[in-house]
């Protein structure tokens, strides 16, 4: 399942004021204004109060008399909702937030894999090809290669053909749409094409273990990736803000 930004007013709102609350700008407890919002993004009252009831049904806000609308605690929030996960990635995601991604990946993907080895179909293994061919293809195009790394990922775990394992495709998307765009938008990644290759590889040929090692190589590689990325900010983080010794 891939998402998009909604689009229209209404969309907008949501986006907008979802992302704020995601963000931190209104803290749980705090009481929100309408009339604020109103004002601040140019809309309606109809128009914030319809994307306030999408907000509340995603666990974000809810409504009470004598005291209006406020913001829900954390655990309250529908975190796997694709949205949510789309917001908390689309800034600057925390540690911790990309911790618990890269951990979800590594309990459901080997699963789906080593159920994909012993269901796959032909039409599995041709989504499977088209989006590694498309990996291939995208060469320094990093939005390209993004869609076509989410579209192989996507096909295996289709592959497993089982209803609920699918249904966490939108973590597994949110959790490598962050890595692929932090990753390949730095340009400083490992060549994935052979290790997912290994991974169809194993698909086809039915081997569940050999499916299993190779998803476990490319999430330690993906993982490995991340890390370079990161600590190379953090030293150029590190760098920008050292003041030069004075001269004498």
């Given amino acids: 399942m891939v998402t998009h930004p909604p689009k229209g007013l209404h969309g907008q709102a949501v986006e907008e004021l979802g992302r704020r609350i995601i963000r931190g700008d209104y ?3 705090s009481v929100v204004d309408p009339v604020r919002f109103e004002t601040e993004l140019g809309v309606s009252k109809t128009v914030v109060r319809e994307a306030m009831r999408v907000l509340a049904s995603k666990g974000l806000l809810e409504s009470k008399q004598k005291r209006g609308t406020t913001i829900r605690p954390r655990a309250d ?3 796997l909702d694709s949205d949510l ?22 309990i459901v993907e080997p ?5 994909a080895a012993t269901r796959r179909t032909s039409s599995d293994l041709d989504a499977m090809r088209q989006a590694l061919d498309a990996m291939a293809a995208a060469g320094a195009d990093a939005d390209a290669m993004v869609e076509a790394d989410l579209a192989f990922h996507r ?7 089982n209803e609920l394992l699918s249904r966490m495709e ?13 990753v390949h938008g730095a340009r400083h990644f490992s060549d994935s094409i052979p290790v997912h290759q290994e991974l169809l590889d194993a698909v086809e040929a039915g081997d569940p273990d ?10 330690a590689q993906a993982s490995d990736d991340l890390a370079a990325v990161r600590a190379r900010d ?8 050292t003041l030069p010794k004075e001269l004498p």
């Fill in 85 to 106: 996960l789309r917001w908390q990635g689309s800034s600057a995601p925390t540690d911790g937030f990309l911790e618990d991604l890269a951990e979800v990946r590594a």
């Fill in 155 to 161: 096909a295996l775990l289709e592959s497993a053909h």
């Fill in 210 to 219: 050999a499916a299993v090692a190779a998803v476990e190589s490319l999430l």
């Fill in 77 to 79: 929030w529908n975190l």
């Fill in 111 to 115: 699963a789906g894999a080593r159920l």
């Fill in 234 to 241: 953090d030293h150029e983080d590190v760098a920008t803000h």
């Fill in 170 to 182: 939108v973590v597994i998307e949110a959790g490598l749409r962050i890595r692929d765009r932090i």
């Fill in 27 to 29: 803290p749980p407890g």
